[in-house]
């Protein structure tokens, strides 16, 4: 089934491990995107990526890293977890052919926990 | 920066219809989308505005008024179903989506 997948579903972890959140898409789709979610704060923009190869900051980068090597995977690491951390994080992507929409499709989400 | 409001909850009766407005100020405009988030999923695409007007999709509809800075979404004869949250979420000048916090809407039989 095309789409988006996450991995894993949800984490409890130990403030100062490191973490890396798993994004894949089989859309081909050229950009991708990390947003985190709070409650009564909407979705915020972490990390994105135009195409593979490249990365840029959003709203929210700071103790949030990315890579993009191929079209396909766009994982999020957390070099050393702090409480404040804990959120849904949101893997999307879109095609970014330069016209129409562009319309961003979502992932299934992880929860983490940051004890 | 970015500024997207929208209520933060309503309710209303199955069969009924529901207007969830959304009023921005950003640093430019690329089109306004609405998504729909059922609690403990991902969001899903409702609708894109980039032209003043509105426009239909089944029971859902939406309106865009760019010189005012104002959106709308419909939701017409409405179903247990539809109880899920509604985000707002303009693009910007640099292109990229500025989210409101969403509106939770609740039906009740």
């Known amino acids: 089934i095309a789409g988006i997948t996450q991995a894993p579903t949800s984490q409890i972890l130990a403030a100062g491990r490191r973490m890396t959140l798993r994004c894949t898409q089989d859309?081909?789709?050229?950009?991708m995107y990390w947003y985190r979610q709070d409650l009564g704060l909407g979705l915020r923009l972490i990390h994105y990526?135009?195409?593979?190869?490249?990365?840029g900051k959003g709203e929210v980068p700071d103790g949030y890293s990315v890579s993009r090597a191929n079209t396909d995977d766009f994982p999020l690491t957390l070099a050393s977890a702090v409480p404040s951390q804990t959120s849904v994080y949101f893997c999307?992507?879109?095609?970014?052919?330069?016209?129409?929409?562009?319309?961003?499709?979502f992932g299934p989400g992880t929860r983490l926990t940051v004890l | 920066g970015q500024n997207i409001d929208q209520p933060t909850e309503m309710t209303a009766t199955e069969g009924a219809i529901v207007q969830i407005n959304c009023t921005y100020q950003?640093?430019?405009?690329?089109?306004l989308f609405w998504y729909q988030q059922h609690a403990g999923e991902a969001p899903t695409f409702l609708s894109y505005?980039?032209?003043?007007g509105l426009e239909e999709k089944g029971r859902f509809s939406s309106f865009l008024s760019r010189s005012k800075g104002y959106s709308y979404l419909l939701l017409k004869e409405l179903q247990m179903k539809d109880s899920a949250s509604y985000l707002c979420?303009?693009?910007?000048?640099?292109?990229?989506?500025?989210f409101g916090a969403g509106t939770t809407v609740t039906v009740r039989a």
């Open positions: 990526s135009n195409t593979a190869g490249t990365t």
């Open positions: 999307a992507s879109s095609d970014k052919a330069g016209d129409g929409a562009d319309t961003q499709y």
């Open positions: 859309m081909r789709h050229n950009a």
């Open positions: 979420a303009v693009r910007g000048d640099d292109y990229k989506l500025s």
């Open positions: 950003t640093s430019g405009f690329n089109g």
């Open positions: 505005n980039v032209l003043d």
